[in-house]
Nanobody
Framework: VQLQASGGGLVQAGGSLRLSCAAS????????IGWFRQAPGKEREGVSCISSRDAGTYYADSVKGRFSISRDNAKNTAYLQMNSLKPEDTAVYYCARGPFQCTVVTVRGFRKTFDSWGQGTLVTVSS
């Protein structure tokens, strides 16, 4: 199982980035994919999640209306479109494989529910 996150970079506040998570080694459309982030000195937190086949989604309150998650099962890739970025969005962003369905419970319990993680991509938002 491998997940490779990419697309991070330096952007000014108000700008946009699109992160990609390329997956291999498992049946992609049978798993949810989550995006998580960890800012310096802070705990890792769930940002967004997309369920396997019905594509139900979850967003943390802090990113609702600004971030959009999607997936292309034919390409084994998930995406996180991040708009209206704020300095507080600065963090290393990770994608991870999770259970079939995204719920607030599965995302908040990610240490138990998400079993494979990518290496992370750094997003820096300047003010």
């Amino acid at each position: 199982v491998q997940l490779q996150a990419s697309g991070g970079g330096l952007v000014q506040a108000g700008g946009s980035l699109r992160l990609s998570c390329a997956a291999s080694g498992f049946t992609f459309d049978e798993y949810a994919i989550g995006w998580f982030r960890q800012a310096p000195g802070k705990e890792r937190e769930g940002v967004s999640c997309i369920s396997s086949r019905d594509a139900g989604t979850y967003y943390a309150d802090s990113v609702k209306g600004r971030f959009s998650i999607s997936r292309d099962n034919a390409k084994n890739t998930a995406y996180l479109q991040m708009n209206s970025l704020k300095p507080e969005d600065t963090a290393v962003y990770y994608c991870a494989r999770g259970p079939f369905q995204c719920t607030v419970v599965t995302v908040r319990g990610f240490r138990k529910t998400f079993d494979s993680w990518g290496q992370g991509t750094l997003v820096t938002v300047s003010s």
